[in-house]
C-alpha cells in the first residue's frame, strides 16, 4: 500500500520554518523537545534504533531503497518538497534528498547508572569532537557518554554528522550539574579519572581500570574545572614525547577509552 505524501512548495510553509529554527538553534530543539536529521544513514538509525520519526521530508530526487522505505513508514507524517526548496532546508552542501524531524528522547537519570565505563565531557565546546568521541567510544564498547548541559549540543545538526550514527545508538546522559552528578557515581562505587596536562599523580597506562569507572574530559582551551578534578579519585596523564603540549579533546578521549578498555579487547 501506497503511503499517502503532503507535497509543499511554500518556503513560508510553518513546518518548514520550524525545520529551519531547529537545525539553527539548540535553545529552539530543547523547547520542543525535537531534532533534524539529514541523510539517509542518520535518519535510518533514528528510526532502526527507537527514536520517534515524528515527521520525514524527502525530494523529488530521492530514489527508493529498503532504507528510505524503513524512514518513510516509521514517520507520523510524510512530506514531499521541491528540489530546490529542499536544499533550502538542509545543513550539507550535498543533500540526499531525505531528512527527519525525531523526537527528542527523555533524559537518562543518573541514579539509573549501575556499573560500566564512562566517558564524562565538561564542557566540550567543539561538535566535531563531541561525535568523534561518540564514534570511538562505541568501536571501544565504553558503556556511554555524559554530557554537561554547559557544553556542545549531542543534537545539533554537526554533533550528529560527526558521530555518524553513535549518537543514537549509544546512551548519551545529558547532565544539568555535572559535578552533582559525579558524586552520585561516586557514591554508587565508580572510580573517577581526571585526563590533566600536568600535575598527575600517574600515566594513563599505569592507572587501574578495572571495575566501574569514569574518566573526565574537559574543555578544549581550559581542561577539566577544579571542582571537577578534585572530585576524582586519581588524575592520569598521557605520556608523550614530541615538542605538542597537548592533544584534542578527541584525540585524547580516544587515548583514554582505550586504555579503560584495553584489558577487554586482549583476551
Not at 568521541?133 to 554547559?150: C, D, Q
Not at 545538526?157 to 546522559?173: C, E, I, W
Given at each position: 500500500?501506497?503511503?499517502?505524501?503532503?507535497?509543499?512548495?511554500?518556503?513560508?510553509?510553518?513546518?518548514?520554518?520550524?525545520?529551519?529554527?531547529?537545525?539553527?538553534?539548540?535553545?529552539?530543539?530543547?523547547?520542543?523537545?525535537?531534532?533534524?536529521?539529514?541523510?539517509?544513514?542518520?535518519?535510518?538509525?533514528?528510526?532502526?534504533?527507537?527514536?520517534?520519526?515524528?515527521?520525514?521530508?524527502?525530494?523529488?530526487?530521492?530514489?527508493?531503497?529498503?532504507?528510505?522505505?524503513?524512514?518513510?513508514?516509521?514517520?507520523?507524517?510524510?512530506?514531499?518538497?521541491?528540489?530546490?526548496?529542499?536544499?533550502?532546508?538542509?545543513?550539507?552542501?550535498?543533500?540526499?534528498?531525505?531528512?527527519?524531524?525525531?523526537?527528542?528522547p527523555d533524559s537518562i537519570p543518573i541514579e539509573s547508572v549501575r556499573?560500566?565505563?564512562?566517558?564524562?565531557?565538561?564542557?566540550?565546546?567543539?561538535?566535531?569532537?563531541?561525535?568523534?568521541?561518540?564514534?570511538?567510544?562505541?568501536?571501544?564498547?565504553?558503556?556511554?557518554?555524559?554530557?554537561?548541559?554547559?557544553?556542545?549540543?549531542?543534537?545539533?545538526?554537526?554533533?550528529?554528522?560527526?558521530?555518524?550514527?553513535?549518537?543514537?545508538?549509544?546512551?548519551?546522559?545529558?547532565?544539568?550539574?555535572?559535578?552533582?552528578?559525579?558524586?552520585?557515581?561516586?557514591?554508587?562505587?565508580?572510580?573517577?579519572?581526571?585526563?590533566?596536562?600536568?600535575?598527575?599523580?600517574?600515566?594513563?597506562?599505569?592507572?587501574?581500570?578495572?571495575?566501574?569507572?569514569?574518566?573526565?574530559?574537559?574543555?578544549?582551551?581550559?581542561?577539566?574545572?577544579?571542582?571537577?578534578?578534585?572530585?576524582?579519585?586519581?588524575?592520569?596523564?598521557?605520556?608523550?614525547?614530541?615538542?605538542?603540549?597537548?592533544?584534542?579533546?578527541?584525540?585524547?578521549?580516544?587515548?583514554?577509552?582505550?586504555?579503560?578498555?584495553?584489558?577487554?579487547?586482549?583476551?
Open positions: 500500500m501506497a503511503l499517502d505524501f503532503e507535497y509543499i512548495s511554500s518556503k513560508e510553509n510553518k513546518l518548514l520554518k520550524s525545520v529551519r529554527k531547529l537545525t539553527a538553534s539548540s535553545k529552539e530543539r530543547k523547547e520542543q523537545r525535537a531534532f533534524v536529521l539529514e541523510g539517509l544513514r542518520l535518519c535510518a538509525d533514528a528510526a532502526l534504533n527507537g527514536y520517534s520519526v515524528d515527521t520525514v521530508i524527502v525530494s523529488n530526487s530521492l530514489k527508493s531503497s529498503e532504507r528510505a522505505e524503513t524512514v518513510i513508514s516509521s514517520a507520523r507524517k510524510r512530506v514531499r518538497v521541491p528540489e530546490s526548496l529542499f536544499a533550502s532546508l538542509c545543513d550539507t552542501v550535498n543533500p540526499q534528498g531525505i531528512l527527519c524531524i525525531v523526537k527528542m556499573d560500566g565505563k564512562y566517558i564524562v565531557l565538561e564542557n566540550t565546546a567543539d561538535p566535531s569532537n563531541l561525535g568523534a568521541i561518540a564514534r570511538t567510544a562505541e568501536a571501544f564498547g565504553i558503556s556511554g557518554i555524559i554530557v554537561s548541559s554547559s557544553g556542545c549540543d549531542p543534537f545539533s545538526p554537526k554533533s550528529q554528522r560527526a558521530g555518524m550514527g553513535a549518537l543514537l545508538r549509544l546512551p548519551v546522559l545529558r547532565s544539568n550539574d555535572i559535578l552533582s552528578d559525579m558524586a552520585v557515581l561516586r557514591e554508587k562505587g565508580f572510580k573517577l579519572f581526571a585526563s590533566v596536562v600536568r600535575n598527575a599523580d600517574c600515566f594513563v597506562t599505569e592507572a587501574d581500570y578495572s571495575g566501574s569507572c569514569a574518566v573526565l574530559i574537559g574543555n578544549e582551551a581550559n581542561g577539566l574545572s577544579d571542582e571537577a578534578v578534585a572530585l576524582c579519585d586519581m588524575k592520569v596523564t598521557i605520556p608523550m614525547s614530541g615538542r605538542a603540549e597537548s592533544l584534542n579533546a578527541a584525540a585524547a578521549a580516544s587515548v583514554m577509552m582505550w586504555e579503560m578498555t584495553r584489558s577487554g579487547a586482549e583476551q
